[in-house]
Structure formats: structure tokens, C-alpha cells
């Protein structure tokens, strides 16, 4: 069955026209009238659905009935990032949605390749929201991520800690996410370098600012290889 994210307030036993996102897919789709799809509006649950009417511009579907179906993972983990260039990124915030992640956060460092900031870090941003939402339609997701607006290092810093635990991932270090103790339900704050890692000096702003460095082996891995191994090593201890 369809599983579409429709941005509307739906209930039990309603009727209602479909946003243009949605009318978008289903006619892709080629769904008819009477064909049964799952709608989810992000707040929780999904809804089983039939579709009433189609027209050019428009689709009328009824809700049946909600499901109180939770597919999100235990350990609630936010992810800052330095943003791999061209479309890796998207692959990146495709496969963390897949995995679980509850917040991306772009980040800009001194070794960044990809600068973003005004119209083109918003567009961008709504760009890598719309692949979150894409990707928790096809993985059964009914939570969408946070995709956050690019900032850069010194933002971060500024920033005050909010009771998340915090990790950087780092290559002078021999602790790993396997040799943690448990995280006791908190949010994990797992920060993932750029193309060539951090600068030494950035590496050692962060752990004064609360971070805990974490190595993931002794191999050399792309910056959207990093990100994912941390993901799936928290989600796995979690």
C-alpha cells in the first residue's frame, strides 16, 4: 500500500482534499478512485485511506481508520554534520533518515567545501527536508527529522548546552560508541567532520565545549561514510 506525508490535520473518518505534494505522488502513482493508500501527518500514527475523487488538480480521499504504529528508535539521536559537497549530502540525509535520526544540523568548518548561507542555504535546507520526508515514506517512518539551516563552527560554539550528551568523532582517540556505558534515554549529539576532518584547533574548541571525542576505527572513511558508521554504532549500543 502507498504510504504518502500529507501536511494536513487529519482524524478518523474524515474527508479532505490532498495537498499538492500529495496530489503529485498519487497521480505518479496512477492510484484511481477506490484504491487504499496510508496517509501520515508527522504527529504520530498513520491512517488507512480510500480515494474518493480525482481530478486534474485535485484528489479526495476518506480516512478509515488511525494506527498507533511507531517506527522510531529508542536512543533519540541528533546529527551535526560538515556537509559532504554535490549530492552526497542528499544521500546522507536520505540514509540517516532511514536510520532513525531525529535531527540533522549542516555545519560549515574551515575545511568545508560546500559554503551555504542566505536564499541558497534556505533552498537548500527545504531541498534535504523534502528528501527526510521522501525517505521516511518509503522506510515506514511516521516522524519526519528536523532538517536544520547550515551554521557554521563558531555558531555551534556559542551555542549552550541543551542536556544532550555530546560526541565528536575524531582520530586521536581509542574510545568508540561500542565502549560507552548506557545513554539512559537521552539525546545523543553526535558531530561527524567534513572532507578532511576538523582542524586540530576546532577539535579542541569542541571538547572544551563538552564534547567527548570517539574514534571509529583505524580505517579512513568519506565524510558521508563517518556519519552513517556513527549513526548505526549509537543505534546499535542504544
Known sequence: MPRIYCDLVLSANGSF?????????????RLQPGDELTLFNGLGGEYTCTIEH???????AQTLQHLTLERENAQKIHLIVGMPANDRMDWL?????ELGVQKITPLMTQRSVLKLQGERALKKTQHWQLIAIGACEQSGRNRIPV???????GNLLQERPSGELRFVL???T????STLSAMDGKII??????EGGLEPKEEDALVERGFTPLSLGSRILRAETAAIKALIDFTQKA
Do not use: W
Open 174 to 177: 581509542l574510545a568508540s560508541p
Open 17 to 29: 482534499d490532498l495537498p499538492q505534494r500529495a496530489v503529485k505522488h498519487i497521480q505518479v502513482l
Open 147 to 153: 532538517i536544520e539551516e547550515p551554521i557554521t563552527l
Open 93 to 97: 540525509v536520505e540514509k540517516a533518515t
Open 54 to 60: 480525482m481530478g486534474r488538480q485535485n484528489v479526495q
Open 189 to 194: 549529539q553526535v558531530l561527524s567532520g567534513p
Open 170 to 172: 575524531s582520530t586521536h
